[in-house]
């Protein structure tokens, strides 16, 4: 497992995150001004100095519903509000989108690649806002710093941590299925054609060398594929072409998007029970988001903002439906860790809560017992 998975992780599930939001602000005619803050405002809070500073120092990836608990903050850091049906067809659309990027990389190295044209996307959604340009290009340069000098070794281990953390979810999404690069039980249909990886050949000929290195013969072989050599590599600069189309935004163009849960997803169910079942990175994973939590500035609407909800669903009805039918199992509503073992951790913890502005009143306080969840659940 890589130390160095996390900032990438994040990075282009937030890309993923961004793109979906769009695409949902304009199906649902939301005025241009309030689309504009809520992107303005989520890429704020996602590129804050402290929190990427966090982000990308060396640790283990964390259990999806660590994750998906950041994203929820994420999501809410404006004026906008997803319910929980909403929030669970997000995350599961971000997850499967990179799960097929990561899959369908040339090389290890392209996931890099990926990455930059998430964030050049991004910069694009900003508005009228140079601070918060600013903010990005910064992210920008720390992964340039972090990753360039990385072996393709290592970004080898990078690719396997990551499709060791997405190798359950078999989530089918529309238009997967509708470009046909998805099968009916949620899997991925990699591709027999197109360009090889940068700085490899056509396969089709193969050379036999003897033991002095010489080669002494050469056989050629026909191959299923129709294999082309790419005309350049892509750029790994703060600007340029990235080639590699992997990551950029494939909802640009209008169309619903629907999430159905496969066969094989509802059989792991039984055996996702994080919610009740003791995990042995539970400390951790609270620690985890005990900083990351710190370091974001959740926003609420003011007296002149009015919020609004959006839904992923083309209908009410339609959420409805998603949220009475999902799986309790495969619910990241819940996370049990129990934070009332340390007075010093829980100290923190409320100094930590207590920084973040709340425009509803809590409710009183269970007292001894009260788990990370319950109390961002009253934020």
């Known amino acids: 497992m890589s130390a160095r998975t996390l900032p990438l992780l994040f990075l282009n599930l937030g890309g993923e995150m961004l793109y979906i939001l769009d695409q949902r602000l304009r199906a649902q005619s939301i005025p241009g001004e309030k689309a504009r803050k809520v992107m303005n405002d989520i890429i704020t809070t996602m590129f804050n100095k402290k929190f990427m500073e966090e982000l990308f120092k060396p640790q283990e990836l964390y259990s999806k519903k660590a994750l998906r608990t950041v994203y929820d903050r994420l999501a809410h850091a404006s004026i906008m509000r997803l319910n929980q049906a909403s929030m669970d067809k997000l995350y599961d659309l971000m997850m499967m989108a990179f799960k097929y990027q990561v899959l369908l990389c040339p090389r290890p190295r392209d996931i890099l690649l990926v990455t930059f044209n998430h964030l050049d996307a991004i910069k694009d959604f900003i508005y009228d806002s140079p601070g918060i340009m600013n903010q990005v290009d910064e992210t920008f340069r720390r992964l340039i710093d972090t990753y360039s000098c990385l072996s393709d070794g290592e970004f080898q281990l990078i690719r396997q941590t990551l499709l060791i953390f997405f190798q359950d979810m078999h989530i089918r999404v529309s238009i997967f299925l509708k470009d046909k690069v998805q099968n009916s039980n949620g899997r991925f249909v990699l591709p027999i054609s197109g360009p090889v990886p940068w700085g490899t050949e056509v396969p089709g000929l193969i050379r036999i060398f003897n033991h002095d290195g010489d080669e002494v013969k050469r056989t050629e072989f026909t191959t299923p594929g129709n294999y ?65 939590l710190g370091g974001l500035e959740i926003k609420n609407p003011s007296g002149s903002d009015t919020g609004f909800r959006l839904n992923l669903f083309t209908t009410d009805e339609e959420e409805e439906h998603a949220a009475l039918t999902r799986p309790e199992e495969l619910s990241y509503k819940v996370i049990n860790i129990e934070a009332t073992q340390e007075p010093g951790r829980r100290e923190e913890l409320s100094c930590i809560l207590g920084e973040l502005e709340v425009a509803e009143p809590r409710p009183a306080s269970s007292g001894k017992g009260e788990d990370l969840l319950a109390l961002m659940d009253a934020l």
Do not use: C, W
Not at 253 to 280: D, F, Q
């Open 228 to 292: 082309v050599t790419p005309q350049r590599e892509g750029s790994f600069g703060l600007y340029g072409d990235r080639v590699l189309k992997l990551g950029t935004n494939m909802y640009s163009v209008s169309r619903p998007v629907e999430t159905h849960m496969s066969g094989s997803s509802k059989n792991l169910a039984s055996h996702a029970k994080e919610n009740i079942v003791p995990n042995p990175l539970v400390k951790e994973e609270l620690n985890f988001l005990a900083r990351l």
